[in-house]
């Protein structure tokens, strides 16, 4: 065989291989709250008592909170870029487990440092594109103790 035709092969074989597209992010067994949501929803039920908490008519801002195998990430911020009154920035990180719908967030950061390293409790659904997270705030330091609903959709 000449050198020409096994250098023909050999870039045939190389160009056949299968690799993985960058675009590709879930494969099977994944877990399906890996990847990054967009709060739509927060509603704050305390003694009782609902309150809508997001969004706030006339505070424009955005929340988004990500998840991969192992942690979560949430940020909100004003969409002034800081140019108003009072401006907004809140984030906050840790670890996470969810066996079924029972989701736990060890919280690690936070810009509101009293919260770090505490546990919270949550049901978790998901329908299509829309995540619920359901469940109790507890955090007797601050005397908070409220359930909260805070729902969701996958960013594209």
């Not at 994944?30 to 929803?41: C, E």
């Not at 870029?81 to 990180?93: C, H, L, V, Y």
Request: charged share 25%; with cysteine; glycine share 8%.
């Amino acid at each position: 065989m000449k050198p020409y035709n096994l250098l023909a092969i050999f870039a045939l074989g190389f160009a056949a291989c299968n690799q993985p597209k960058a675009t590709e992010t879930k494969t099977a067994g994944q877990s399906p709250i890996i990847g990054t949501w967009q709060l739509i929803s927060d509603k704050v039920i305390t003694n009782g008592d609902t309150a809508v908490t997001y969004p706030v008519k006339g505070k424009p801002d955005e929340m988004i909170k990500m998840y991969n195998d192992t942690h979560f990430a949430f940020t909100q911020h004003d969409l002034s870029k800081g140019k108003i009154d009072t401006p907004f920035f809140s984030s906050g990180a840790g670890t996470y487990t969810l066996k079924g719908d029972d989701y736990t967030e060890h919280l690690q950061y936070c810009t509101d440092r009293v919260w770090e390293g505490h546990d919270f409790n949550f049901k978790l659904t998901i329908h299509n594109d829309t995540l619920v997270q359901k469940g109790i705030e507890r955090l007797d330091s601050l005397k908070i103790n409220r359930e909260i609903v805070e729902t969701y959709v996958r960013k594209k």
